[in-house]
């Protein structure tokens, strides 16, 4: 059963960068396709980003393009966002979750990753 444990949350201000991390263990991470969620206060989960198992196609949210850049690391079984320009609608807690597959693709519905592993989430908040 795969695990996932996210880190390198924290505060920093609008403008900043931030990266986070989320490391996988107990499962094959190459078999698996990744991605970032986020949940601010008050709201529902969102999608942010998404990768695939080799890391050959990402896709990302629109109020993250250009700002965001999602990434792994297969042979360290680590999935990585790094976090650019950030904006205070950025707060929030974010989630990495997997699902094994054996298609190299993305997949960017909740109802998919509903059915995939989470990992504790990591809180993220950008101050004025």
């Known amino acids: 059963q795969v695990q996932l444990v996210e880190s390198g949350g924290g505060s920093v201000q609008t403008g900043g960068s931030m990266r986070l991390s989320c490391a996988a263990s107990?499962?094959?991470?190459?078999?698996?396709?990744m991605a970032w969620f986020r949940q601010a206060p008050g709201k529902e989960r969102e999608f942010v980003a998404v990768?695939?198992?080799?890391?050959?196609?990402?896709r990302s949210a629109d109020s993250v393009k250009g700002r965001f850049t999602i990434s792994r690391d297969n042979a360290n079984n680590m999935m990585y966002l790094q976090m650019n320009s950030l904006k205070p609608e950025d707060t929030a807690v974010y989630y990495c979750?997997?699902?094994?597959?054996?298609?190299?693709?993305?997949?960017?519905?909740?109802?998919?990753w509903g059915q995939g592993t989470w990992g504790q989430g990591t809180l993220v908040t950008i101050s004025e």
């Open positions: 979750a997997a699902r094994s597959t054996i298609y190299d693709r993305t997949w960017t519905e909740n109802a998919y």
């Open positions: 107990g499962g094959t991470f190459s078999n698996l396709a």
């Open positions: 990768i695939s198992r080799t890391g050959s196609f990402t």
